[in-house]
């Protein structure tokens, strides 16, 4: 027998605990919350990642980094995977995202020249690095921005 697989046995149930429904209950007047303190009131409780008063997790750490609000997310692709596209093809990020190349949330997208390419390709829209480009236009490829 494993934890997963216990149950109660059949036909039994348990009464949900009513609170605060008169003295007489054993549970009335401060219903089950005790006495004074900031649990006991309507609304109390503590927030999230309160210790008690100790200095909080959040606090004891130290800041870390820097996050820029306007960094650009540039996906790279080498050259060689380009040669999946056929010969005469324009190229740009739709295209390259449905070939399985650019992949999540991307602002652009840069060509780099690692590898060869056989076929003459139609960039569209994305950055080109200088050998890439070199590449691209020896066999006949243009390049637009």
Known sequence: MKLHELSPAAGSTKKRKRVGRGVGSGMGSTSTRGNKGHNSRSGGGVRPGFEGGQMPLHRRLP??????????????????????FEAGSTVDIKALREAG??????????????????KSLSLKNCLVSKSARAKIESVGGNIEL
């Open 63 to 84: 800041k870390r980094g820097f996050k820029s609000i306007s960094k650009k997310v540039i996906s790279v692709v080498n050259i060689n995977a380009l040669d999946r």
């Open 101 to 118: 190349l650019v992949k999540g949330r991307v602002d652009g997208v840069k060509i780099l020249g690692t590898g060869d390419i056989k």
